[in-house]
């Protein structure tokens, strides 16, 4: 944008000059928004910045090979706000996701549903499938809806059956892969899970696991500083 500005003297333009330059000041910002997360961006993620970057005033600089990677985004400050919100959103969906496929993994070596294959086997379900059905069960809900091969199944949880929309019905299969997991004796530290497959525990500075990280860690950053340890329970 290029402004002319014409006035009686040299002080007045002068003065209208550095008027219009506090206004574009005042009217500008700059934020930064840094998350491991954020090295998880995919064309999805990236395909957003760019449609965000032409429908608002700023400009976004994604830094990716920063550590922590990094989103710069200027410009007209109501619109960086909005941006601004708009990529936590979507760093906290890619942390959502990350931890319900960690937490899928977990209960998969532990339990196992299955549906029927071809010669009388049976098929895995997927991992996220697999703990919906699990946590389903687990909290004595009697139907999921699930999909098997691209069609609709509505599963009874307490017959283990599956019918289809044209009432067609197949057995499932629940395999416990933790039944030999029973006899072990567990460490005195370790916080009792109460009946779930999965648990997240906050460990506290004092605790040998806690301990065990903090050590690893200063080995190779030891100039920085640890926020939280997470242990994930199976």
């Not at 032409?54 to 550590?67: A, G």
């Not at 710069?72 to 109501?78: A, D, L, P, V």
């Not at 209960?107 to 996220?128: C, H, Q």
């Not at 199944?153 to 929309?165: C, E, F, G």
């Amino acid at each position: 944008v290029t402004f002319q500005i014409c006035g009686e003297s040299q002080e007045k333009v002068d003065a209208t000059e550095s008027w219009i330059k506090d206004l574009i000041l005042k009217e500008h910002l700059e934020n930064t928004v840094a998350d491991e997360a954020i090295e998880s961006f995919d064309e999805t993620q990236i395909a957003i910045l760019d449609d965000l970057q032409r429908r608002k005033q700023v400009t976004i600089q994604l830094e990716n090979k920063l550590s922590p990677p990094q989103i710069k985004i200027s410009g007209i400050s109501r619109d960086v706000y909005s941006v601004s919100l708009e990529v936590q959103r979507m760093i906290q969906q890619i942390k959502s996701t990350e931890e319900e496929q960690s937490k899928a993994e977990l209960l998969y070596n532990l339990v196992e549903w299955r549906y029927p294959g071809r010669n009388d086997s049976f098929v895995a379900f997927d991992k996220l499938t697999n703990t919906q059905l699990e946590h389903a069960k687990l909290f004595k809900k009697p139907y999921l809806n699930v999909k098997i091969n691209k069609k609709n199944y509505k599963v009874d949880l307490n017959t283990l059956k599956a019918t289809d929309d044209q009432g067609k019905t197949i057995n499932l299969q629940r395999v416990a892969k933790d039944e030999d997991m029973q006899s072990i004796e567990l460490p005195k530290e370790w916080t009792d899970m109460q009946n779930e497959h999965v648990k997240l525990v906050n460990l506290k500075p004092s605790h040998p696991e806690y301990r065990t990280v903090e050590k690893m860690f200063r080995k190779t950053c030891p100039n920085f500083n640890i926020e939280q340890v997470i242990s994930y329970g199976v």
